[in-house]
């Protein structure tokens, strides 16, 4: 018999989501999957939840790790429409990403409404990633984390019903707008 990995039990959890659904979904499903034994599947993980949790970070970390590791300081004058166009590089995927795996959507959802600490590291990583960009050093990464926050509608899981909307796109723009001015204070400093 062929050694399951993680991924082939994502890959079967994930198919069972579609099926059954979150609330349905159990473990004997998942073995049965993979056709190996619900014993053979505790030796990988010790409940539904953690085999879940663990499905759902890969699931985030395959859509935004990707996207986060592009995030590399540009020169000065590239600084501005750099971090627009990464910002719309997230955006975008995530819309995309979430919209194309409902069920695992579904999940987060829930799973972000059970745990409030559950967006905040990812958040933080964000931060980072616009600090990097835009080669800030701020304490805490307290001008990144402004640009997400200020973002939150766009890339949060309790907003995705609003990603449809025509004005999606517009409305993104507009709020860019309003960060500019935080976006060009280093430039204004760097210039004195």
Do not use: C
Not at 48 to 75: C, N, T, Y
């Amino acid at each position: 018999m062929a050694r399951i990995t993680d991924r082939d039990i994502f890959d079967a959890a994930q198919d069972v989501l579609l099926e059954k659904g979150v609330e349905k979904a159990r473990l004997t499903d998942i073995a049965k999957k993979l056709n190996i034994s619900h014993a053979a599947l505790y030796k990988h993980f010790p409940n539904k939840e953690a085999l879940f949790d663990a499905m759902q970070e890969d699931w985030l970390s395959g859509i935004d790790h990707p996207i986060i590791s592009q995030a590399s300081r540009v020169p000065i004058d590239e600084r501005e429409t750099a971090l627009h166009d990464w910002l719309q590089l997230l955006l975008t995927t995530r819309e995309t990403a979430f919209q194309s795996n409902p069920e695992m959507m579904h999940f987060y959802r829930l799973k972000v409404k059970q745990q409030n600490d559950l967006i905040g590291p990812r958040v933080w990583e964000f931060a980072e990633a616009v600090e990097r960009i835009m080669a800030w050093d701020s304490f805490r990464q307290q001008r990144g984390m402004t640009i997400m926050m200020a973002l939150t509608y766009f890339y949060h899981p309790f907003f995705s019903d609003k990603w449809n909307d025509n004005l999606f796109q517009t409305l993104f723009e507009s709020t860019w707008l309003e960060l500019l001015p935080i976006v060009r204070q280093e430039f204004e400093r760097e210039g004195d």
